[in-house]
């Protein structure tokens, strides 16, 4: 009773409540890639309604309950059960499509099959759609739809150049922007007319801006890095920053004998031909420390004495790492602002010109670091880059810099009323900053962070 | 940035998945009727009305151990679908992320005794105290929690989860506020950290891990005492005191 359907031809289906739509494919990973069915609830303009009307991986039921998708057994890897007595009456049919991560082609899967099952599992139709010469990796199999108040399936078969975030796009899901490109380096580039899909790719998890990304975890283990190594052009060494955003986490790896400083604090991890020794930076530092009551400006010295090594190092607070490459022009570095360096980078502290002589107590510590080589910033937050064009001028609270172009003329300033952000922080700090050069700023301030914590906190002891 | 998530799956017989990996991640199981899954006694966040929660110790030992660790608690509760299946949602109490590790009854896991989140039927979770041999230690020592068996543990971090791969023959040296979990296979040595680690004084840990490969190590990018210690000096009311 089962029917092989050829492309482009369509049957009926019968008057029945449920049935479900069995999709497989040999071998489980196509060319190393996941395969991931998915099902767009679309309307007479052949667009979903809204984000639920996509079933995938991350969001398996449709928000109308009519369309699931779960993973079967036998020649099915999965079922998309679709309840058509309650699929809403906006939605005019139903596409099934089948889509590969990473840069590879459905040619190189096998036995590509969708078949119709009635409820009880008997098979109504199938189709085969031919890959062998698919260059694409996404592919509608077939729709399920209405016409005039008869549920039909039709066996479509059209590739789609690009995965399922194109797919998704053209559908109208709002997608986010495709991530980074996870771990693994790339095969060899990608053919430059294709949009190359991360190999990371998907949650259906709508996000506060209605956006969906395709971001997808691995089932066990750790996430991607999301990050490569980098050759460092100045310092002669590669490093990497791993897990970009809130948790980062910088390695470098030295060569034999190359040494990096870093905040006290920083190390993580390190190879055994690593050695430390604590250290205070500058004949002048020791005393400094103590004036600049509870900060710790000591350093750490990380020195590859036995062969080559690698260090992983993190910043004490939440918050992201920015990689300098400093070469000619130094850099002005917040004293908590300052995660490592390597060893050509020359770190001194100081303290600001106080010309206006509106401070009273610690004052406005400062590192300068200059030479040729490269520096990592920390931040509580994000750090984000402002660049000034020459005679371009920028005031940011003090609480939020990071670091700044040396060669940037910049004056501090009393927050006059005007700006909110002084009353808020409790800062009456400023600077003005005058282009050409760099800014780096954080997106949060350590000293708001801990007003607005203290309010949650427990009394008593 | 995305906060992505796994694929509803079944390993080590059970079905589950990691939802927003990352900072705030959120483990979600579903439970066959009868089956249960173990967890941290504060992590559940929601389930069905099939499910139960019992509270348990694990193994016979932990009491008496339980009372050794000054201010951990080493109970668990046991989320049962015994009224027929369900689906739980469990998450740690601190910002990070959740691994996922899958036991196949050879390896067995170290876990930082906060590290535990979550383990299905077939994992046993026993505690044991760390080989001081050196006697370096006074105070509670280094416990850590053993998991053996064959299913699905969930261990928790403080910062991003990274795996350190360490080849045959070579080491790696981790700071202990910064361990996860790692194969008991796996040659280590604790190791009071040298004099020229300032990270003791601040982070008040003076220790280290030395791990001799093959094996993976999973670690946390961030510290949850260097955490204290950079949050403390920001709480505008107890600033005075500095320790």
């Known amino acids: 009773m089962s029917r092989e359907l050829q492309q482009g031809a369509n049957i009926p289906l019968p008057e029945i409540p449920e049935i479900t739509l069995g999709i497989g494919w040999e071998p489980e990973k196509p060319g190393g890639q996941d395969a991931d069915p998915s099902a767009f609830l679309l309307g007479a303009d052949q667009r979903v309604g809204g984000d639920e009307d996509f079933v995938f991986y991350n969001n398996p039921r449709s928000a109308c309950g009519s369309v699931q998708m779960a993973r079967a057994s036998g020649s099915d890897r999965q079922h998309c059960r679709i309840r058509l007595g309650s699929v809403p009456p906006r939605v005019d049919r139903i596409a099934l499509c089948l889509t590969l991560f990473g840069n590879c082609s459905l040619a190189q899967a096998r036995s590509l099959h969708i078949r119709v099952l009635d409820g009880q599992g008997g098979e109504l139709a199938v189709f085969r759609p031919p890959t062998a010469q698919m260059r694409e990796a996404a592919l509608i199999l077939g729709e399920v739809y209405r016409r005039n108040n008869q549920w039909k399936f039709r066996a479509v078969g059209q590739g789609f150049a690009g995965g399922l975030g194109p797919l998704a796009r053209n559908f109208g899901v709002a997608v986010e922007d495709e991530p980074a490109e996870a771990t693994p380096p790339p095969p060899p580039p990608p053919a430059p007319s294709r949009a190359a899909p991360s190999s990371s790719t998907a949650s259906a998890a709508a996000t506060a801006t209605g956006v969906m990304s395709l971001a997808k975890a691995p089932a066990t283990g750790a996430l991607p890095t999301g990050s490569r190594p980098v050759q460092s052009r100045v310092a002669g060494l590669s490093y990497e920053l791993l897990y970009q955003g809130a948790y980062a986490l910088a390695r470098v790896d030295l060569p034999a004998g190359r040494m990096l400083r870093a905040q006290s604090d920083a190390m993580v991890a390190m190879s055994p031909t690593v050695e430390v020794a604590g250290k205070m930076e500058g004949g002048l530092m020791g005393g400094l420390g103590r004036l600049v009551s509870g900060e710790s400006l000591f350093l750490q010295t990380l020195t590859a004495k036995h062969g080559a090594g690698s260090v992983y190092f993190a910043p004490a607070s939440p918050g992201d790492i920015a990689a300098v490459e400093l070469d000619g022009d130094g850099l002005i570095i917040q004293k908590d602002g300052f995660l490592a360096s390597t060893e050509e980078v020359h770190v001194n502290t100081q303290i600001q010109n106080l010309a206006q002589g509106i401070f009273s107590g610690e004052g406005f510590f400062i590192l300068k670091a200059e030479g040729r080589g490269l520096v990592f910033l920390e931040s509580y937050g994000a750090i984000h880059r402002l660049e000034l064009g020459p005679g371009e001028q920028k005031i940011v609270d003090n609480g939020h810099l990071v670091a700044w172009s040396r060669s940037m003329d910049y004056r501090l300033e009393s927050a006059n009323i005007g700006i909110v952000a002084a009353l808020t922080s409790g800062e009456a700090i400023v600077c003005r900053f005058q282009g050409p050069g760099t800014i780096y700023i954080q997106t949060r301030q350590g000293k708001q962070f801990g007003v607005w914590l203290s309010q949650f906190l427990p009394t008593g002891k | ?243």
Not at chain 2, 32 to 58: F, N, P, Y
Not at chain 2, 135 to 152: D, H, N, T, W, Y
Not at chain 2, 192 to 211: M, Q
């Open chain 2, 1 to 243: 940035m995305a906060a992505p998530s796994s694929d509803l799956q079944t390993l080590g017989d059970l079905t589950f998945r990691v939802l927003y990996r990352g900072a705030f991640a959120l483990l979600e199981v579903h439970l066959r009727a009868g089956q249960s899954v173990k967890a941290q006694s504060d992590a559940m966040v929601a389930m069905d009305a099939t499910v139960d929660v019992e509270g348990k110790m694990e193994g016979g030992l932990l009491g008496g151990i339980g009372r050794m660790f000054s201010g951990e608690s080493f109970f668990f509760q046991t989320l049962r679908a015994s009224r027929g299946p369900g689906v739980a949602h469990l998450a740690p109490a601190q910002p990070g992320d959740l691994l996922p590790i899958e036991l196949d009854g050879m390896t067995t896991y170290v876990l930082q005794k906060d590290g535990f989140l979550a383990a299905s039927e077939g994992v046993e979770l026993s505690t044991t105290a760390q080989n001081l041999t050196r006697g370096l230690f006074s105070g509670e020592g280094f416990f850590v929690l053993k998991a053996r068996g064959k299913g699905m543990l969930f261990a928790e971090s403080y910062g991003a989860i990274h795996e350190l791969d360490v080849p045959a023959g070579e080491e790696m040296i981790v700071d202990n506020g910064h361990l996860v979990a790692w194969p008991e296979s796996m040659h280590y040595k604790l190791e009071k950290a040298s004099s020229g680690w300032i990270s003791s004084f601040t982070s008040g840990e003076g220790l280290v891990c030395r791990f001799r490969g093959p094996g993976k190590v999973y670690i946390q990018s961030r510290n949850p005492a260097a955490f204290g210690a950079w949050v403390r000096p920001l709480l505008p009311n107890r600033r005075s005191g500095s320790s």
